[in-house]
């Protein structure tokens, strides 16, 4: 099922999608937090620190798996996404570092990191909640379009298209890496609950196409329509507009 959130402004995109991960957190303490980086979690996260500081919530017992992370960067790196997280969430609240958990960006054995990881993911006893942006071309995590939907943790060679929307964190197109390690389609779509977050008019093709439009691996993010619980999808009125002419009724007002 697809539950569509709608939020006039990207402020309240990240109050709605917080309650969403609050209340997750409320019901199983220990929950295994699936995270995603980029600008689309921002603005929950920060919501989330502020329930934390609040006494709202606590992450003492929580632990986390983040989506990816660029091949070639150190985890102190400002563009890695280890660093990431902790500048924008961990540093901010009670989680224990142990329970902290992305692949490893320097790893000298991809192949070998990946099915670390995947062991990883698994003695957790899999993902409450799966936290997700949608890039332009329909990618989750770094799941690029492909001929098939990925099933475990891979290395993923970016498309130029990812390469040049995250080329705005960089100082140069050239210092952006090629390569990343991404969790797999199938781990994503084995999590209990999908958090999907879309912000901006630059969102609103895809982000229709994939959730109405064929089932596909050209766009990774359909195979969320096929998905087996709940997916919440948190988005601006900008993000929804093409959604909004198409499919009114599918939007529900926050």
């Known amino acids: ?26 019901n199983k303490p220990d929950a295994v937090l699936g995270l995603a980086t980029g600008s689309s979690p921002i603005g929950m996260y920060s919501e989330l620190i502020k329930m934390c500081k609040n006494g709202e919530i606590s992450f003492k017992d929580v632990r986390s798996v983040n989506l990816d ?12 996404y280890s660093y990431f997280m902790h500048k924008n969430l961990f540093d901010h609240i009670d989680i224990k570092e142990e329970n902290t958990n992305l692949p490893c960006g320097l790893c000298k054995d991809p192949e070998a990191e990946c099915k670390r990881y995947d062991k990883v993911i698994e003695s957790m006893g899999g993902i409450d909640i799966q936290v997700l942006g949608i890039g332009n071309n329909g990618h989750i995590g770094f799941n690029e379009p492909s001929d098939y939907f990925s099933l475990g943790t891979g290395l993923v060679q970016l498309t130029d298209s990812t390469i040049d929307a995250n080329s705005r964190f960089f100082a140069t197109r050239d210092m952006v890496p090629t390569q990343a390690l991404s969790m797999g389609v199938g781990q994503i779509m084995a999590s209990n609950k999908v958090l999907l977050i879309a912000i901006g008019e630059g969102k609103a093709e895809i982000l229709e196409k994939a959730l109405f439009g064929k089932v596909t691996p050209q766009v990774p993010a359909s195979i969320l329509q096929f998905f087996k619980g709940e997916v919440v999808v948190c988005a601006d009125r900008a993000a929804l507009s093409v959604i909004m002419k198409k499919h009114p009724e599918a939007v529900k007002a926050n």
């Not at 099922?1 to 409320?26: L, R």
């Open 1 to 26: 099922m697809i539950k569509i959130i709608y939020s006039y402004n990207a402020e309240n995109v990240g109050v709605s999608a917080a309650k969403v991960m609050a209340d997750v957190i409320k």
């Open 69 to 80: 992370e660029y091949v070639g960067l150190s985890k102190d790196h400002d563009q890695s």
